[in-house]
């Protein structure tokens, strides 16, 4: 089976900084891009971060700008983000997806360009 697991999530004080992992389980991750998307109660589903299928072009959303840091590592078959400076408004279940587009040397945060989702990690930010 194809799997997508979060993990790294919890609670956090302001100021404070998270790792969140996203390993692969029945597929190698080497031809996806892989985009996170992170949704609040009662809000919309909005695009983090993304990172192509080489590493080689990142994006990040203006709210996490500065703050975040997407990176993957081919041997472990994972994607992480690294977020510093957490702030209240970064409150949400965090998830990650994969774009298996032929052919995509970039990526994006379009969630019907992903097939396949994990389940999400919390991430609170309180004090």
């Known amino acids: 089976q194809l799997q997508l697991v979060e993990s790294g999530g919890g609670l956090v004080q302001p100021g404070g900084s998270l790792r969140l992992s996203c390993a692969a389980s029945g597929f190698s991750l080497d031809h996806y891009a892989i985009a996170w998307f992170r949704q609040a109660p009662g809000k919309e589903r909005e695009g983090v971060s993304c990172?192509?299928?080489?590493?080689?072009?990142?994006n990040y959303a203006d709210s996490v700008k500065g703050r975040s840091t997407i990176s993957r590592d081919s041997a472990k078959n994972t994607v992480y983000l690294q977020m510093s400076n957490l702030k209240p408004e970064d409150t949400a279940v965090y998830y990650c997806a994969a774009d298996p587009t032929p052919y995509r040397f970039t990526c994006n945060t379009r969630d019907e360009a992903h097939e396949y989702w994990g389940q999400g990690t919390q991430v609170t930010v309180s004090s």
């Open positions: 990172i192509s299928r080489s590493g080689s072009s990142t």
